[in-house]
């Protein structure tokens, strides 16, 4: 197992290990999720890795932003999961 499998970063550049991403409550993960949309934000707009991260983030957000069915739960994990925030 890699170090990204089993680690991800904060928002202040450190590193997280990705249990402590279930045990976050909504508020701090959409404060994550902003910091990363702000970050991508100062990277070139036309970039293909931008573009797709963004659609990532937007749809983290939008998950987050209402009340989820478990395959909802579910997408949000693991699109938390495939990010390295």
Known sequence: MSTLD??????????????????????????SVHEEVKRMQRLPAHSSYVTHRLRVLNKILQLLSFQRTTSQDRELELLFAGLSL
């Open 6 to 31: 089993v680690t991800m970063e904060d928002g202040s550049g450190g590193v997280r290990p990705k249990a402590q991403w279930k045990q976050m409550g909504p508020a701090e993960k959409e404060a």
